[in-house]
T-cell receptor, first 107, second 115 residues
Framework: GIQVEQSPPDLILQEGANSTLRCNFS?????LQWFHQNPWGQLINLFY???GTKQNGRLSATTVATERYSLLYISSSQTTDSGVYFC?????????FGKGTHLIIQP | DTEVTQTPKHLVMGMTNKKSLKCEQH?????MYWYKQKAKKPPELMFV???????INESVPSRFSPECPNSSLLNLHLHALQPEDSALYLC??????????????FGEGSRLTVL
């Protein structure tokens, strides 16, 4: 099956810092999504981005499908950005998730 | 607010109990999914329904029995579970399955503890 690798696995930053999270995948995909999982377990949709660039407030994402990677940018981090960020990809069936990046934003 | 609703949010059951997890969506989606997530791990796909028919079963033990009574509802029936089945169970939906496109939307999850 398709492999999804996320880096870094853990990231600790001070409030106000910027960060870049990376997602590499092993095959061509029809769908790529970024999620933020909050402490209660809910997966919050950040971006649906099989290709191209999107921005939503302090967050933006870029997927280069031909090179099989996606980047999630978080600017001016806030403590509420803490949590696990998952990249997930899909060919035909359900989403396959990477192992996630655990982000801690310290005040 | 999520448009995929899961009940109950928390469930504690013994190994001999029979219980069910329920999921409902009103977005007109025709594909629905069950995922299982253990602590500090990513979600793993269990079942996929497309147009109310079971499309994918990822080799899940028979003590988990899915059911899709109509296009808005998805159930997961639980029987004779083991303590290692304790996990967060997530339901999701998308417009369709074929072609693999379309965004998945997740519910808040049902946190299951098996004693």
């Amino acid at each position: 099956g398709i492999q999804v690798e996320q880096s870094p696995p853990d990231l600790i930053l001070q409030e106000g810092a910027n960060s870049t999270l990376r997602c590499n995948f092993s095959d061509s995909v029809n769908n790529l999504q970024w999620f933020h999982q909050n402490p209660w377990g809910q997966l919050i949709n950040l971006f649906y981005i099989p290709s191209g660039t999107k921005q939503n407030g302090r967050l933006s994402a870029t997927t280069v499908a031909t090179e099989r990677y996606s980047l999630l940018y978080i600017s001016s981090s806030q403590t509420t950005d803490s949590g696990v960020y998952f990249c997930a990809v899909r060919i035909d069936d359900g989403l396959t998730f990477g192992k996630g990046t655990h982000l801690i934003i310290q005040p | 607010d999520t448009e995929v609703t899961q009940t109950p949010k928390h469930l504690v059951m013994g190994m001999t109990n029979k219980k069910s997890l329920k999921c409902e969506q009103h977005m007109g989606h025709r594909a629905m999914y069950w995922y299982k997530q253990k602590a500090k791990k990513p979600p793993e796909l269990m079942f996929v329904y497309s147009y109310e028919k079971l499309s994918i079963n990822e080799s899940v033990p028979s003590r988990f029995s899915p059911e899709c009574p109509n296009s808005s509802l998805l159930n997961l029936h639980l029987h004779a579970l083991q303590p290692e089945d304790s996990a967060l169970y997530l339901c999701a939906s998308s417009q369709r399955l074929a072609g693999g496109t379309g965004e998945l939307f997740f519910g808040e999850g049902s946190r299951l503890t098996v004693l």
